[in-house]
């Protein structure tokens, strides 16, 4: 059972995790831990399975989905019966009304969607995965010079799951340098995994960036892959001047990770967040919800 924090209800909410049977099988099970680390977690079982989410046949998984999440369909650009296959209903865009944001210029915004984890005074060779399983911002991006300056500065950690909203945002005004790809593995990025695969974040396909803000200075934006996201899209050019909201890309089907570094002295995180975040567990935040302020 996995509890996440409600900030409008301040309950607590009961996640419904989709595929949970499966994922604990893949995870739990000392066969299903072998098949994982054989073959679901390389390329060509995430590949296979994007390919098949990109053919029209894959619509017939759509309204059943809707169904089983009780998804609010009314906020998406589409409706239903427009989308040719299921990749293209995953990635969906929405109504500009559906993610209103703070356009002050103080406001920190979350970049998505998802479930969010703020870490503070970072010791950027000792991050926090889950519990006592750590990983290093040099593990996570390679070797950089950049590295230190992030040293004592805040991790957000916002974990996407499938029926999110799977499109992340631009949190300020500012440029965006060319992404960077790493390849590795497409394990799960549910907490039933992080809680298995030591350093997982540093073992999975990943890409990051230098978004150079406005307000809140350099930040490092890390996009993580996972099962069956056959591809993470980039969608914003590079170098070129962007404005709050504004789309960064998007990930194809599958739960997946958006994380941000940012400097010492440049955000503080609300409240609520940081006590949840310290008791361990995560915030449910919406793409736009304020999320923190700018250190003045």
């Known amino acids: 059972m996995l509890k996440i924090y409600n900030r409008k209800t301040k309950q ?6 989709a595929g949970k049977k499966y994922l604990e099988w893949c995870y739990n099970s000392a066969l299903g831990s072998n098949i994982t680390k054989i073959f679901i977690r390389k390329k060509l079982f995430t590949k296979l399975y994007g390919t098949y989410c990109d053919t029209n046949f894959s619509r017939k998984k759509i309204n059943p989905y809707i169904k089983d999440f009780n998804m609010d369909m009314s906020i998406a650009e589409k409706q239903t019966s427009d989308f040719k296959n299921f990749n293209e209903f995953f990635t969906r865009k929405l109504k500009p009304e559906a993610r209103p944001f703070s356009k ?12 969010l984890t703020a870490f503070t005074d970072i010791d950027v060779s000792n991050l926090v995965q889950i ?16 590295l230190e300056d992030y040293s004592g500065g805040v991790c957000l950690v916002l974990r996407l799951c499938p029926l999110d909203y799977h499109r992340f945002h631009f949190i300020d005004n500012g440029i965006c340098s060319e992404t960077h790809k790493i390849n590795g593995h497409y394990y799960s990025v549910n907490p039933i995994a992080l809680d298995k695969i030591p350093k ?4 999975n396909k990943r890409e990051w960036s230098i978004f ?22 980039q969608s914003y050019t590079p170098n070129i001047p962007v404005i709050k909201g504004d789309e960064k890309g998007y990930f ?6 958006t994380i941000l570094f940012f400097k010492k002295n440049t955000i503080t995180i609300d409240d609520d967040i940081l006590e949840q975040s310290k008791l361990g567990f995560e915030t449910l935040v919406l793409m736009g919800e304020s999320i923190g302020k700018r250190d003045i």
Do not use: M, W
């Open 252 to 257: 194809k089907f599958g739960g997946s990770t």
């Open 212 to 233: 150079k803000s406005e307000n809140f200075g350099d930040v490092i934006h890390v996009e993580v892959g996972a099962t069956c996201v056959g591809s993470i899209i």
């Open 12 to 17: 607590y909410d009961i996640e419904n995790i």
């Open 131 to 146: 519990k006592d399983i750590k990983y290093s911002l040099k593990e996570l991006i390679g070797d950089n010079p950049i």
């Open 200 to 203: 997982l974040f540093c073992q």
């Open 104 to 115: 002050e210029k103080d406001i920190v915004i979350s970049p998505g969607d998802g479930r």
